[in-house]
């Protein structure tokens, strides 16, 4: 019999009590999130073992299923990222927002929202004072602003730590479609950001593993892409959806319908009944 891991969900204090009452469509409106398809709170350790705090922008398709954030690429990339600085599982993600924005527009006018900012300064409270965190990676200008947020109100605590404000894992893929740049190009542009903030980050954290000690190329090597450890997402969830592979993408005919449906398809290469 395989034994498995699996996230232990949030049977601890203070994020029981986090979880229990986090902020619905009255902090989060549902013309600029998808609230419909419920909070996404974090992924990787709560048990105060994390030594470096990823913070991210807001969950998309696969994050919606898997009820854990930076899983789909964006995940992965991170994941890549965090080995090149010795890191396996001693991390913890949060996002700057809950749900799902709708309208890159509208990440930009709520990240300062009194009651966003309260609740989101809640976890990174306990994540962050008196935690044997040394680093935090905040992902895109929005987790640069939500962290500032946070830092104003705690001077000491983000006084001590080592901040790394990176370009988004998506930001090649963004970049490109909005400034019509051929996506190799925003691709270097990215991991040539990456590659300037990997040796602070490498004096700033205790490696548990060995260091991938390579600088970014031009382009994604395959090992830069990590597959996301089952420990990290909750019991018996098929090991699919850790991989590498997209498997989740909004589909529709048109905006109403997309917006209401999430089309999951078992990726090629993991279905048994093929393997004869
Ligand atoms: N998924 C997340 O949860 N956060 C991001 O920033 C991107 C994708």
New binding site residues.
């Given amino acids: 019999m395989v034994i498995h891991e699996s996230c232990p969900g949030y049977p601890k204090e203070p994020f029981a009590s986090l979880v229990a009452g986090y902020p619905g469509e009255d902090a989060y409106a549902p013309s600029d999130f998808r609230v419909e398809w419920g909070p996404?709170f974090h992924r990787g350790r709560l048990d105060r073992s994390a030594r470096v705090l990823l913070l991210?922008?807001?969950?998309?398709a696969?994050?919606a299923i898997a009820r854990r954030?930076?899983?789909?690429e964006?995940?992965q990339r991170a994941q890549g990222l965090l080995r090149k600085v010795g890191i396996t599982s001693s991390y913890v993600m949060v996002?700057v927002y809950l749900y799902s924005v709708y309208g890159q527009a509208a990440g930009n006018r709520h990240v300062a929202d009194p009651d966003i900012v309260g609740y989101r300064n809640q976890w990174l409270d306990a994540l962050l004072v008196d935690s044997a965190v040394t680093a935090v990676v905040a992902?895109?200008q929005l987790a640069q602003r939500a962290f500032g947020l946070w830092a104003a109100v705690r001077p000491e605590a983000a006084g001590r730590l080592h901040v790394a404000a990176v370009k988004?894992?998506?930001y090649a893929e963004g970049a490109a479609r909005g400034s019509g740049q051929p996506l190799a190009v925003t691709t270097a542009r990215q991991l040539s950001d990456w590659n300037a903030h990997l040796d602070g980050l490498r004096s700033a954290v205790e490696p548990e593993g060995d260091v991938d000690a390579t600088p970014y190329g031009q382009t994604w090597s395959e090992t830069e892409l990590v597959e996301i450890p089952e420990r990290d997402l909750p019991a018996g969830v098929p090991p699919w959806w850790r991989s590498v592979e997209s498997w989740a993408v909004r589909a529709g005919a048109d905006p109403e319908e997309k917006r209401a449906t999430i089309r999951v398809a078992v990726p090629k290469g993991a279905r048994p009944w093929q393997q004869t």
Wanted: no cysteine; glycine share 20%.
């Fill in positions: 996404v991210g922008q807001d969950p998309a696969h994050e954030i930076l899983v789909g964006a995940g996002n992902f895109g988004h894992p998506t």
